[in-house]
């Protein structure tokens, strides 16, 4: 079964330091990566996703089958990155589950 | 020109009784979701439906119940509500076929009383 994990729960860091939340899956399958935030009081959105390669908001994330880990990666944060960060994984094509981590909240201290 | 909205955004209400939530998107995309997040954030995925058929149904009690007029709406609709019923539901659409992208409702937060 797939199954996406969080291992912060919570991260704290200040405006301007490094920042990397962390996910590993357990899926035998090729899987679709994903990181969706959610800012406070706003709803649900897609980052970014693994297959589009992209830096969103000076994110980037990089998909390592080996390690079996999408970790979410920017060098100099933001305070307006503090949100709610879930990673998530789509299996095999053509199934429409989208799996969540339990999220990761992300403060970023002035 | 909202994409996926949903009603009501607020519902409070008393154990034991039935409520519905609606959602609707606009995005003329053939697979719509309900997720539930609980009081720990964690998004957990109930229901899926693809073309007004039910294509995953995760273990959640027979109390909910979704239903799809057409491939635009899924509404869910709870019997006998529980205090831990009490959550964030979210409403949510994708172009399907897997791995694409979900695209979110602004949610409803019930709270059971």
């Known amino acids: 079964a797939q199954r996406v994990t969080q291992p912060e729960k919570l991260l704290s860091v200040f405006k301007g330091a490094p920042v990397e939340l962390k996910c590993n899956y357990s899926y035998s399958g090729s899987p679709e990566l994903f990181w969706y935030v959610q800012y406070s009081r706003q709803r649900l959105q897609l980052l970014l996703r693994h297959i589009s390669r992209e830096s969103i908001k000076g994110f980037t994330a990089d998909l390592n089958k080996g390690e079996t880990s999408f970790h979410l990666k920017k060098p100099f944060a933001q305070e307006e990155d503090s949100a709610m960060y879930y990673c998530a994984l789509a299996n095999t094509p053509g199934s429409e589950k989208l799996v969540f981590g339990k999220g990761t909240k992300l403060t970023v201290n002035p | 020109d909202t994409a996926v909205s949903q009603t009501p955004k607020y519902l409070v209400t008393q154990m034991g009784n039935d409520k519905s939530i609606k959602c609707e998107q606009n995005l003329g995309h053939d697979t719509m979701y309900w997720y539930k997040q609980d009081s720990k954030k964690f998004l957990k995925i109930m229901f899926s439906?693809?073309?007004?058929?039910?294509?995953i149904n995760e273990t959640v009690p027979n109390r909910f119940s979704p239903k799809s007029p057409d491939k635009a709406h899924l509404n869910l609709h709870i019997n006998s509500l529980e205090l831990g019923d009490s959550a964030v539901y979210f409403c949510?659409?994708?172009?399907?076929?897997?791995?694409?992208?979900?695209?979110f409702g602004q949610g409803t937060r019930l709270t059971v009383v």
């Open positions: 439906y693809n073309n007004k058929e039910l294509i």
């Open positions: 949510a659409s994708s172009v399907g076929g897997g791995g694409t992208e979900a695209f």
